[in-house]
């Protein structure tokens, strides 16, 4: 998988995603998008679903101390922060 993604955005270095609901951080370089799929493998590579063209992310993120991995359709991502190293 590569990593820039979509537009540009490269997703190793995306630290958050703004969802309908408000900022998600997000554990670093575990960003990823992928061609339609109906989920994703353990490693995070994405299962291909021929009739499905959703374009797909995942992530995962911290909750209650336990990480939770957050899946969804690409469209539904309004913007994205991401880390800047000089």
């Known amino acids: 998988m590569d990593d820039e ?5 490269e997703t190793t270095i995306v630290c958050a995603v703004l969802l309908a609901d408000g900022w998600h951080e997000i554990q670093q ?3 990823r998008v992928g061609e339609p ?3 994703w493998h353990d490693d995070m590579t ?8 959703v374009p797909m992310f ?6 209650d101390g ?4 957050v899946k969804g359709a690409l469209s539904s991502i309004l913007a994205v922060k991401e880390r800047v190293y000089d």
């Open 5 to 9: 993604g979509v537009d540009g955005v």
């Open 66 to 69: 336990a990480p939770m991995r």
């Open 46 to 53: 994405p299962i291909a679903l021929e009739d499905r063209p």
């Open 29 to 31: 370089g575990s960003f």
């Open 37 to 39: 799929a109906d989920g």
């Open 58 to 63: 995942t992530y995962l993120e911290e909750t």
